[in-house]
């Protein structure tokens, strides 16, 4: 069994880095052809891709973060999605501005072109079994 530091020394080699870089650009080019299939295959192959891909490339990575600013309510379903700390982080300080009465942060405001076509993200996060995240196996 690999410990965590084995484990991340194994994946920060540059060799593991581009193939993961190599395999996720792989996954985004063939998520439409997996789309075909009945069901949201394609979605799922693509955001599969699209993680390793930002897992591994600062040029990516800095590409997501210009997109979430210009579409900050996208962004915050990506983050939901991928179910990252910082998303939960950023809707505790969301949620205790808006009971306060401050008004919505810069990056919260209803802009940009397709804004008002998109909810925001569900309120919590789904419990799924074998979460290590879920209260019951704290």
Known sequence: MWKREQWHSFVDH???EWSILVLGVILMILSPLAGVVPGPGGIFVFAIGLAMVLKTSMWAKRRYVDFKRWQPKV???????????SAKRREAIRKERKEIGCPPAPDERDEGPIESMIPGPPVTQPELPGDPESPDQR
């Open 14 to 16: 540059p060799v593991v």
């Open 75 to 85: 962004g915050r379903w990506a983050d939901w999605g991928l179910r990252r700390s």
